[in-house]
């Protein structure tokens, strides 16, 4: 309960209703704080409203009051999100670490039901679908029914959790993807509550268990992906320790030209802000151009905070906001609850608004973006479309592959009379697909994936996608055999306005039938090649490419066959899809020829942004998304005919995706001192930019790997092996899956490619899981060695739990992704970094050597690491200690967040 020392509680009418607000406009220092960026007075009210001396002193308040928006962040305050969401490779595991903790409360004399969420959380089924079918009318059909024999055991154990929890919310499997779902139902931008029996109004504010939860931001909502342990500590009531941040302004001026989309946009401010370099800070948009930018476009912007860095992407709210509102079904009343807020707090926007005061600024006039891809393995890496062939030639160069001239090749083999005269690739390998003889060679598409949240929720550029179809197919274009085609809308209102616009038909024409509703391609869900094409890459040792309208392309990430990967937007999917190969300059030269063998360019099937306007004006409606939720919750009969499981605590069946995992089996009521770590071995040494999909296990599981061979043990057929996302219930898979990516390259077991390591007391090669139990055997704690940007990426909570089970006391890097580092903490594992300017390499770290650590009692912000050669020699240096709060300290003394939480609530 709030204490309210600076006296800003007031009434509110609205609608001839009455509400109480904690009113930001009656602080004292109004003038700064009338310039503060519209994300810190939104902070500034949670402190308001949550003031409780114990969390929440009336020192925060100032503190922000105070701000200095050019300081080092050095004051820490506590954020009080009002809701939750999860996606299911998250939140399974999240309801699993519950689940647990009932069973752990209850041995330690607490009540099971004290372990159940205090705030609202919603849970959408997303991840767990996979394109193992795709350019067929019942794609849908036949990969939904994979999807539930794959995840019965998932799904019932979901079911359970939705009848033995409250304030917890399952949005069955089929619905869309969790981002998509949160933007378009889930937030209300302003929440209702009451408190002292009056209504309250406040924020609408989050965490979720996905870094792009930020995309929520694009409504004006504050919100940001944390790790699960996050996540669930904050279910659970624990606000969010965190330090004031920089807020980074970026003005948009202008609008954009004929012919870039929202996702030319956003890969070039994607670009910019990771030049800028953002990590750790607040971006917030603002300016004139915001009129020009379509609700969908800032959401498109928002989503992509992870990939330049930042915690949050945000807009202000403004007329936009309620127009998007109104458009996808809200009810007017909440609109003007909206509006009234904002406008009360000083949290509206309108044109001509003086900026706020911010931390740094840049600018873009958005008549200046070009279209353009990102890749081949990092969205920040933009690419002028006209320089897309080029680049990828001296990529292909870096690698070691010099390319002949291979423009129009493949229509000299499919004979298109002006295809003459052209220099075949070498290194081709004959395929067979359906019959049709053809030949597969470096750069060669073989995925095209209209998928992920970032651009299946723009309806402009999506149905972009269904008029260039609608174009190529009117001139007899069609996507090249060895393409795998799919689209995965991110709701069901997608399909339902490609419809109502006539451009559904052609979409499927083309190939891009809807494959089902989630996150598929992105994350690795993309599903088997064809065996020939799979074939033909392995035996010809291609560089086969994929091309995405997504917002990941990491290593490894999207398909194991798949080394280069490109983000585009959905019409360049399909023109691409059409071209089949990168090597084409997709931007000047054909993209095949009609009936008449007349010459298509990409100038030819694209549409202009008027006839895309009017197709979103005409084919849009509010009644179109009321339809599509009314019924969000409930489910097809095969969810609600699923068994479900009794009682306040779970029975834990014997299952190889839910497991009860062994956090808390040692765990009593007493802390113990915080142990100082002696004589660890590495078990991992990496440079750069190694990201959490290198870290977590992710993607498909071979039989010759420890995650394999254990399902394998335990007779689970290999067809039925599913995802390690989808068995991120049972840490016994997790644990062997962790730091197994197929393109993780540990410098301690050179020349190798995947989860291999050196185990040093016999010089031996083997799996990282095989050796970090070997060190286990003799109780020797292990370390990470890393460079710069360690942890970017997704907010994957088991690329710390994973970590912590292999043994890894402590990691060592040269920086961090914030919230990694955070999830390390939160699960135990020291984080430390290197002081600056130096590195593992500065101090000549092999990472054959013994380390040992000074005491970390006094909780210091620099510790002594000793680190002795298998010479004898010893190498000392200082680390900085990456602890950053006193809350983490808490949970880092406890042995994790979960444990500091479940200790409080047993001895309630």
């Known amino acids: 309960m709030s204490n309210n020392s600076f006296h800003t509680k007031r009434h509110i009418k609205i609608g001839g209703e009455q509400y109480h607000i904690f009113d930001i406009t009656r602080l004292p220092k109004q003038d700064a704080i009338s310039r503060l960026p519209f994300a810190m007075k939104v902070l500034l009210e949670n402190l308001l409203r949550n003031e409780d001396s114990l969390h ?45 903790m009932r069973d752990a409360v209850v041995k330690l004399g607490g009540n099971a039901k004290s372990i159940n969420p205090l705030v609202p959380v919603d849970l959408v089924i ?141 890969l070039t401010v994607t670009q910019m802000l990771r030049k800028k370099g953002v990590v750790g800070k607040f971006v917030e948009f603002y300016g004139d151009g915001l009129s020009n930018l379509p609700l969908a476009d800032r959401a498109t912007i928002a989503n992509m905070a992870p990939e330049y860095g930042a915690t949050c992407g945000i807009f202000p709210i403004d007329n936009e906001t309620l127009s998007y509102m109104k458009l996808s079904g809200r009810e007017q009343g909440q609109i003007d ?9 000083g949290m509206w926007r309108e044109d001509g ?142 399909p339902a306005y490609l419809e109502q616009a006539g451009v559904m038909a052609p979409l499927k024409a083309l190939g891009f039938d809807v494959v089902g509703f989630g996150c598929t391609t992105c994350i690795g869900n993309s599903g088997p090649l064809p065996d020939a094409v799979s074939d033909a890459i392995q035996k010809g040792k291609l560089t086969a490419c994929s091309v995405l309208s997504g917002n990941r392309n990491f290593e490894g990430r999207i398909h194991q066959d798949v080394r280069a990967n490109y983000l585009a937007s959905p019409p360049l999917v399909v023109a691409y899809a059409i071209a089949g190969s990168m090597t084409i300059d997709i931007y000047k030269d054909p993209l095949g020829y009609d009936e008449q063998n007349q010459a298509v360019f990409l100038k030819d099937i694209w549409p202009t942004q008027s006839e895309i306007s009017d197709l979103v004006a005409s084919s849009l409606s509010a009644q179109m998304y009321q339809s599509r939720y009314q019924d969000v919750f409930e489910g097809t009969e095969q969810w609600k005919s699923l068994p479900v499981p009794e009682g306040e ?29 002696q004589n660890a071995r590495c078990l991992v040494k990496v440079g750069d930019s190694i990201t959490t999909d290198h870290i977590s296990p992710a993607g498909a599981i071979a039989q010759d790997t420890p995650a394999g061979k254990y399902l394998l043990a335990q007779q689970v057929d290999a067809k039925d092996f599913n995802s390690l996302g989808s068995r991120r219930g049972n840490h016994e898979v997790m644990m062997r899956g962790t730091f197994a990516n197929v393109r993780l390259k540990n410098l301690l077991a050179p020349g190798t490619e995947g989860g291999f390591t050196c185990y040093f007391p016999d010089q031996k090669i083997c799996s990282i899981y095989d050796a970090a139990m070997k060190y286990k055997a003799t109780k020797t704690p292990l370390v990470v060695l890393a460079g710069k940007e360690y942890g970017t990426g997704s907010s994957r909570d088991w690329a710390a739990k994973g970590t912590k089970l292999l043994g890894i006391e402590v990691v060592i890097a040269a920086s961090y992704e914030r919230i990694h580092r955070s999830n390390l903490v939160g699960f135990g594992v020291l984080p430390l970094e290197f002081m600056p300017q130096e ?59 979960l444990h500091y939480v479940l200790r409080d609530l047993a001895k309630r």
């Open 839 to 897: 590195s593992a390499d500065t101090h000549q770290l092999s990472g054959e050597e013994s380390f040992s650590f000074s005491s970390l009692e006094s909780k210091p912000e620099v510790i002594k690491v000793s680190a002795k050669r298998p010479d004898g020699s010893i190498v000392d240096f200082e680390a900085k200690v990456r602890i950053d709060t006193n809350s983490e300290w808490e949970y880092y003394q406890h042995g994790g967040i």
């Open 56 to 100: 929440v002193s009336a020192q925060d308040i100032v503190s922000i009051c105070d701000w200095d928006a050019s300081a080092t962040p050095l004051e820490q305050v506590a954020f009080t999100p009002a809701r939750v969401v999860l996606q299911d490779f998250t939140g399974v595991p999240a309801i699993v670490d519950l689940a647990a």
């Open 649 to 677: 605590t779970y029975s834990w069946p014997d299952s190889t995706y839910v497991k009860n995992p062994p956090y808390f089996d040692t765990m009593s009521n007493q802390v113990d001192a915080i142990p100082s770590v």
């Open 126 to 266: 997303d991840h767990s679908v996979m394109v193992d079918f795709f350019g067929t009318e019942d794609s849908l059909v036949k990969n939904t029914k994979i999807e539930f024999e794959r995840n019965k055991e998932r799904y019932q154990f979901l079911r359970w959790g939705q009848k033995a929890f409250s304030n917890f919310r399952v949005v069955p499997p089929g619905t869309g993807i969790v981002h998509q779902v949160n933007l378009e139902y889930l937030a209300s931008v302003i929440m209702q509550g009451e408190r002292d029996h009056e209504k309250l109004l406040y924020p609408d504010t989050l965490v979720g268990t996905d870094s792009h939860t930020t995309m929520i931001n694009g409504l004006g909502v504050l919100g940001w992906g944390v790790g699960g342990i996050e996540a669930e500590a904050a279910m659970l009531g624990q606000p969010i320790s965190m330090l004031l941040p920089q807020v980074i302004g970026f003005e948009l001026s202008g609008k954009l030209p004929e012919g870039a989309t929202a996702t030319d946009l956003v």
């Open 337 to 345: 609850i909206v509006e009234a807020y904002a406008k009360a707090q």
């Open 353 to 494: 608004s003086p900026s706020a005061n911010y931390s740094d600024s840049l600018s873009l006039n958005m008549q200046e973006v070009v279209p353009s891809i990102a890749g081949p393995k990092r969205p920040q890496d933009r690419i002028s479309l006209s320089e897309a062939k080029s680049e990828f030639v001296k990529h292909m160069q870096i690698l070691g592959i010099e390319l002949a001239d291979q423009t129009l090749s493949r229509f000299a083999d499919e004979g298109g009379a002006n295809a003459v005269g052209k220099t075949q690739v070498s290194d081709a390998v004959d395929i067979k697909i359906e019959g049709e003889q053809s030949s597969l060679k470096h750069g060669d598409i073989v995925i095209a994936a209209i998928t992920s949240c970032t651009n299946t929720s723009n309806p402009a550029v999506m149905l972009a996608a269904g008029l260039v179809a609608q174009k190529a197919l009117a001139r007899g274009l069609k996507p090249k055999p060895w393409v795998k085609t799919s689209l995965a809308p991110g709701s069901q209102v997608v």
